[in-house]
């Protein structure tokens, strides 16, 4: 199946023009695809940050192309590499055309994702605070199926 829709941040900053491009690069390509603009401050060169803000947002997306632009190895000659989740969303690192995709490589040569840290004991839990937003409400590295109990 042909994805339409492109999730897509950055740590471009609203104030630039990068955005815009990325935009209209897509526009030009694939006038048909509807872009999603999830957040364009996220903390520069970031990645683990940038995999939170993905892993909160999928599940409220339709079946989606990611882009996430926070790398500092974004245009550097490094490999890049693309993703397909169960539900057959596509996670792409940035730079990477879908004509050099290339072989498939077998997951657990990855380096894993940071995952927050975690701790459940009888009636308590201890987990990390992500970040804070604007308006004061704390991110948490709990969620529900991180810190359900057997």
Do not use: K
């Not at 897509?8 to 006038?31: L, M, Q, Y």
Request: with cysteine; aromatic share 6%; charged share 20%.
């Amino acid at each position: 199946m042909q994805a339409h829709t492109i999730l897509f941040a950055s740590d471009f900053g609203a104030a630039t023009e990068c955005v815009g491009i990325c935009h209209a690069v897509i526009a030009s390509i694939a006038p048909q695809t509807r872009v999603i603009d999830l957040a364009h401050d996220l903390v520069p060169f970031d990645v683990d940050g940038a995999g939170i803000v993905l892993q909160a947002s999928l599940s409220y997306a339709p079946e989606s192309i990611a882009v996430f632009v926070v790398d500092p190895g974004v245009s550097t000659t490094r490999r890049g590499i693309a993703a397909l989740t169960g539900r057959g969303d596509t996670l792409l690192s940035a730079g990477v055309p879908f004509d050099d995709i290339g072989e498939a490589v077998h997951p657990e040569s990855l380096m894993p994702a940071w995952q927050p840290d975690v701790h459940v004991e009888r009636e308590r839990l201890r987990c990390e605070a992500i970040d804070v937003n604007r308006f004061g409400n704390v991110r948490l590295g709990a969620t529900p199926p991180r810190f359900s109990t057997p």
